[in-house]
């Protein structure tokens, strides 16, 4: 059985700050406010990135008041892991497999 790694949320974590916004949110809630001050990133620009993680359900939005809190789904970091932690245990199995040339 061929072990597939969903691509397009490879694809959504590979970019830097999308990936700094999840190490941060995997310490702590945060709100955009508190990633602006972490990141250093102008608000419109996290803004657009946390609609992708959004998108991606790498996280999920908790509203106080005026401001919204950004919480990591930690579930779909594990699915994520699993996939490369299957694929790892197919090329393990499969280290001795070599297809003979024509």
Known sequence: M??????????VLSEPLRLQIVTLLARETLCTTHLVEETGAKQT???NHLKVLR???VVETEPCGRFTYYRLRPEVLETLAGQFTALAETARTNADSKRACP
């Open 2 to 11: 061929l072990t597939s790694v969903d691509t397009e949320l490879i694809r």
């Open 45 to 47: 620009n996290l803004s």
């Open 55 to 57: 998108e991606a359900g």
